[in-house]
Nanobody, 125 residues
Framework: QVELVESGGGLVQAGGSLRLSCAASGRTFSSYGMGWFREAPGKEREFVAAISWSGANTYYTDSVKGRFTISRDNAKNTVYLQMNSLKPADTAVYYC??????????????????WGQGTQVTVSS
């Protein structure tokens, strides 16, 4: 079993920054890709960013490229999402997820086996 715990969400003004953290326990964290998704009220959960097990490969949705950076520290079993130049459109509950093994896509929620409880990010205009 895997437990993922997100932290770092909050209220920030447009143009500001936040860093989300996701601490993992219960499995060999360093063997699996990790992803961040978000869900805004009335909208479906959407992919934000992902990172391969080694950190060598990263993936982003177009709307966050150049503003968000995903990283990981395998020694600390933690993945991060640095969010800069935040916009009101970034307001959502952000979830981290541990990717399933094999060829599952990084970009789709069905490619992930475990999920955190989510952390709220609110960007005011």
């Amino acid at each position: 079993q895997v437990e993922l715990v997100e932290s770092g969400g909050g209220l920030v003004q447009a143009g500001g920054s936040l860093r989300l953290s996701c601490a993992a326990s219960g499995r060999t964290f360093s063997s699996y890709g990790m992803g961040w998704f978000r869900e805004a009220p009335g909208k479906e959960r959407e992919f934000v960013a992902a990172i391969s097990w080694s950190g060598a490969n990263t993936y982003y949705t177009d709307s966050v490229k150049g503003r968000f950076t995903i990283s990981r520290d395998n020694a600390k079993n933690t993945v991060y999402l640095q969010m800069n130049s935040l916009k009101p459109a970034d307001t959502a509950v952000y979830y981290c997820a541990l990717k399933s093994g094999g060829p599952a896509s990084y970009y789709h929620a069905r490619g992930y086996a475990y999920w955190g409880q989510g952390t709220q990010v609110t960007v005011s205009s």
